[in-house]
């Protein structure tokens, strides 16, 4: 199976200040079939970013997706309250799909 | 609009199973794949199998394997999960999700189903 890796951890920044989470994978994935979730405490994850870069609907364009292959980011453009969260990558270009184990974007 | 939703808390002792349900409605059933995904407390997700409701194929996370049963019932568009000789490290929050209409990512989610196992 494809194991995803996310760095780093835990990201403290401030809010106007700009996020890049990275996700690297063990193998190439397919199609660069990989998405990126956003999930607060106690809320069922939502889809930001599919298929590496582009938006779900509704997602703010401060959010933006960008990589191939085994390397693939995340960024957020300026921090707003409501971006601190944990944020997931996964894989959906094998039959068995994989998260990473997510970063924490917490407030400096 | 695209609702899942599933059945309610469960508490199992070690080595019972469980069985989780997940209505949905608002679209086709058997157009978009289905996925189960649990999360421990405190932990990451983790995605647990995938099923096709249009014909039944299954794939399984070798974690899972062999204690995991998705399964589906077209004519009541519900999903069900079954996991079977639970462990206290089956604690957890258990989706069920629909695939987006361009790929196996997660377009919809359940709002989650507590399991807790424990003696």
């Known amino acids: 199976e494809i194991v995803l890796t996310q760095s780093p951890a835990t990201l403290s920044l401030s809010p106007g200040e700009r996020a890049t989470l990275s996700c690297g994978a063990t193998q190439s994935i397919r199609s660069n079939y990989l998405a990126w979730y956003q999930q607060k405490p106690g809320l069922a994850p939502r889809l930001l970013i599919f298929e590496a870069s582009h938006r779900a609907t509704g997602i703010p364009d401060r959010f933006s997706g960008s990589g191939s292959g085994t390397d693939f980011t995340l960024t957020i453009s300026r921090l707003e309250p409501e971006d601190f969260a944990v944020y997931y990558c996964?894989?959906?270009?094998?039959?068995?799909?994989?998260f990473g184990q997510g970063t924490k974007v917490e407030i400096k | 609009q695209v609702q899942l939703v599933q059945s309610g808390a469960e508490v199992k002792e070690p080595g019972a199973s469980v069985k989780v349900s997940c209505k949905t409605s608002g679209y086709t059933f058997s157009m978009n794949g289905v996925s189960w995904v649990r999360q421990a407390p405190g932990q990451g997700l983790e995605w647990m199998g995938w099923i096709n409701p249009y014909n039944g194929n299954t794939n399984y996370a070798q974690k899972v394997q062999g204690r995991v049963s998705l399964t589906t019932d077209t004519s009541t568009t519900t999903a069900y999960m079954e996991l079977r000789s639970l462990r206290s490290d089956d604690t957890a929050v258990y989706y069920c999700?629909?695939?987006?209409?361009?790929?196996?990512?997660?377009?919809?989610w359940g709002q989650g189903t507590l399991v807790t196992v424990s003696s």
């Open positions: 999700t629909r695939d987006g209409p361009y790929g196996g990512y997660v377009a919809y």
């Open positions: 996964q894989q959906y270009g094998t039959s068995l799909r994989t």
